[in-house]
């Protein structure tokens, strides 16, 4: 019986892994981060381990002048590398590679106020009726094209509900959407599509 607290046990988790290079082994990524970890591996290079130094993934990823677009912004390695404390190196293999880069991505989350922003978005939403079977059915409910402010800016539901993985649903109650909403709040992508 697969272990509920094994971060590798999300159902999503292996469809992510196939996007990125092949692992020996599943790192211990939990799915939010993992998420984000996909879109910057999507641009890098083919990269070969182990990786010393910061100085050496610089010139791995094609040296200081390189850019990349992730998710339609330029970022050469210098940039990402400044997040990268010396002792991130050296870089064993591709699984410690992506769980540095998911630790990465869980130390320059911010910590919303889940509270605030969970009671911010609820008056800003219609009457909801449960249980919610799917999230076309509570894009109806919403409305697809009316805009609301979540965590400081203006979204459509009808781009974000793809970011609600399917696993959420059905959505049984207020209590079950609150809860859930939180775990959105806390797991919000750093880097989006406009």
Same mark, same amino acid.
């Given at each position: 019986m697969a272990n509920k +607290?094994? =971060?590798?046990?999300h159902p999503e988790v292996q469809a992510l892994l196939k996007q990125l290079p092949p692992v020996r082994h599943t790192p211990l990524v939990d799915v939010a981060d993992l998420r984000e970890v996909v879109k910057v591996f999507a641009v890098l290079p083919p990269l070969e381990? /182990?990786?010393?130094?910061?100085?050496?993934?610089?010139?791995?990823l094609g040296g200081p002048d390189k850019t990349f677009d992730? #998710?339609?912004?330029? #970022?050469? /390695?210098l940039r990402m590398i400044k997040y990268m404390?010396?002792?991130? +190196? /050296?870089?064993i293999s591709v699984e410690n590679f992506?769980?540095?880069?998911?630790?990465? #991505?869980?130390?320059?989350? =911010?910590?919303?106020? #889940? /509270?605030k922003e969970l009671a911010n978005l609820k008056q800003q939403l219609p009457s909801l009726h449960f249980p919610i079977a799917s999230a076309d059915e509570l894009l109806k409910m919403v409305g697809p094209k009316k805009a609301y402010? +979540?965590?400081?800016i203006d979204v459509l539901p009808e781009q974000m509900v793809h970011y609600i993985p399917s696993h959420f649903f059905p959505i049984h109650s207020e209590e079950d959407f609150d809860r859930k909403v939180a775990q959105l709040i806390l797991t919000r992508p750093l880097i989006v599509k406009d």
């Open positions: +607290f094994d =971060k590798r046990n381990y /182990p990786i010393g130094s910061a100085s050496e993934l610089i010139e791995k992730i #998710v339609g912004v330029s #970022v050469d /390695p404390p010396a002792y991130y +190196f /050296p870089i992506i769980e540095k880069m998911a630790e990465l #991505v869980r130390n320059n989350r =911010k910590l919303p106020d #889940v /509270p402010r +979540f965590q400081g």
